[in-house]
């Protein structure tokens, strides 16, 4: 599987940290200081990436698109609501730089991803609804820096088609993200599997966009190898809005960078040994053979007098049959741990 690299060094790949990406979407409740304490939490979490979603209703929703069954009001409406002023992506950026954390949006429309490369984000993010819209991700792409699709509702071969289009302008940094579009998603239906599947068949750089309640399925996801983890995350899930109800908040976004963190390092090398940390419990804590009773030099041992029990420096459990029947070369004492060099 191949890897991207950002214009900061960092690298995304399967050998490479997970890189975190909490999503603001329309949390920011339509107030630029409460996108910039979403940016600073993301970064006191330990998140590698805070984004936007940067769209604009006309551009978006047809007048005519019937109502959503989980909102309140039709979705050119409800855009036209949440959509966050322009202006705000110079300011965020330098914000979030300012924080040490990158800072992104998803483009929905020519002009948001000119903004955003204006601004000089280091990658683009493109949304699952639009992952059909192949005009638009070769704009994107052709921008030159790394294309992260995700692919909700997408089949292989839309998929195919997206990833062609983004590799037919030259640019061949790519990752996919497996996705479902429920708001929230059950976990029935999230099927972590699909990673595995996009990865084998794509050979590109795959993670997990998630919409499921809590935490606990992403960290699951990294166990599984996803390379990105993109979830929403708000101040209060109490607030009215279209994205609250199903984000984690500050703490539980800590809680899932520290778990996914942890699994990180308990993945390991897949090298089975024995560990450092594991060398007292190695010595004091295995069985190895010892003396039932006194022995005295010259005597034959029979399987009477030995006994396997802890600790294990001794002769391993597995020759019992070969020291009985050899001969004390010393005398030995009830309870002395059994060494070749007792014997003869």
Known sequence: MKEIMLENGRIIGEDSPCYIMMDIGANHNGDIDTARELIRKAAEAGADAVKLQTYRAEDL??????????????????????????EWIPQLFDY?????IDFLSSPFDYDAADLLEEAGICLFKVASP?????RLIKYIAAKGKPVIL??????LEEIEEAVEAAKSTGNE??????????????????NLKAMETLRSTFRLPTGFSDHTLGWHIPVAAKALGACI???????????????HSFSIEPAQL???????????????????????????????????????????????????????????WGIKPKYFQVVVGKTAGVDIYEDDILKWDMLI
């Open 229 to 243: 983890i993109e979830k929403h995350f708000t101040l209060n899930r109490d607030q009215e809005g279209p994205d």
């Open 61 to 86: 929703y047809s007048k005519k698109t019937p109502q959503f069954s989980r909102d309140t009001m039709k979705p050119y409406d409800l855009i036209k609501k949440v959509q966050h002023p322009r």
């Open 130 to 134: 639009e992952i059909v819209d192949l």
């Open 96 to 100: 979030a730089k300012d924080w040490g």
């Open 173 to 190: 940094n790519i990752a996919l993200l497996h996705c479902r579009t429920c708001y929230p998603s059950p976990a029935h239906i999230v």
């Open 254 to 312: 800590k809680l899932m960078v520290d778990q996914i963190r942890d699994v990180e390092k308990a993945l390991g090398d897949g090298i089975k040994k024995v560990s450092r940390e594991e060398l007292e419990n190695y010595e004091k804590g295995r069985r190895s053979l010892i003396a039932r009773k006194d022995i005295p030099r010259g005597t034959v041992i029979t399987e009477d007098m030995i006994t396997c029990k802890r600790p294990g």
């Open 150 to 155: 995700s692919t909700g509702m997408a089949s």
